[in-house]
């Protein structure tokens, strides 16, 4: 187990019901792009990986490194995987605030339509809460729990804790199929701040006090996770050079503008689309079907579809819309057997990786955010704002 923390910066405000009804749309079609592809167990390991999931939150258009991704993606994702969990398989209960005390009886009505262990689901649910809010005291109280399964019983959750001091926010990952124990390394990450001294019953050198607490309670203790992943998120809310890796995303470019590393057949069952277009399905292409290594700077996946605050430029309602229709009609198609447009989508992120071999960035990186926001407009760009402009 390995165990991973990372600042995230508490960011207050709702999301605009122009982008959130997007975001439903675009976050069902990967994971059933990527239930397609890889199976069930992907979808959670993908959530139970923080990289991965912070990367999902920009390709979907949140804000790239605050801590509002976490409760937007998930009531977006639970809106809309839900709607179809009969024929996905995949089920998200819980949520932010009230939402989350629902839990229980959720799983227990999943439970019952699906045949699976309803107490045991709403034990683990209630003990990854406990675990984290109780076992860990370090100065972050949970208010977000969602608990994601599969028809198989494996499960992944969720959870998010705030610090009102310091303005910062926690997130919490589990993945069922690597817990034996929930006393001992239950976590995949751990995102979060470090705050110093802080009382952990999950540390190994804390054997003593869990010995003695025993005694009392007759509770088992839990055990620190042996390995530290940091992932910090920045407090400016701008996309900086320093925030990307500039060899990934300028091969990611030359892919959807130049058309460089495509082969005919590809280019022929995507044509039509333009090289805006391109540039956001080479992104979310890359978050179906991309491994674990890829998703190290997560702000990348920023210029697949901006931010809902403009940064690092207005969402492209329109290309956005065309992603989401180009991705729904692969995925339709490869449900019946016809995977020539999926197999044409996952070359895109293919050429990307070959050609960020050999590539060499240029320094342009705020021409390339400037160039975005003056074609904004042309694009239906938008922020909570309202609609982007010409350039004077």
Partial sequence: MRRAYADLP????????????????????IVEAIISEYGHAAVLQRLSDPFWFQALGCVLGMDWHSSGITTSVMGALKRSVNERSSDLGIYICGGKGKHSRETPAELLRIAEKTGLDGNLLVRSSKLSAKVDNTAIQDGYQLYLHSFVLSRTGDWAVIQQGMNDANGMARRYHWHSPTLTSFVNEPHTFIYGANQGSILNLTDAEAAATRSGILQLTHEEPAKLLAEVRNLTMPSHHDVQARDVDLKRLGSILAVAHEKVGLDMESLLLLEGLGPRTLQSLTLVSEVIHGTPSRFTDPARYSFAHGGKDGHPFPVPTMVYDETISTLEKAVQKSNLGLTDKSDALKKLTIAAQQLEKDFRPNNNFDQLIEHERNESYKYGGRTVMGYAKPPK
């Fill in 10 to 29: 508490l960011h207050y405000g709702q999301v605009p019901p122009w982008l959130y009804q997007r975001m439903s749309r675009l976050g069902v079609a």
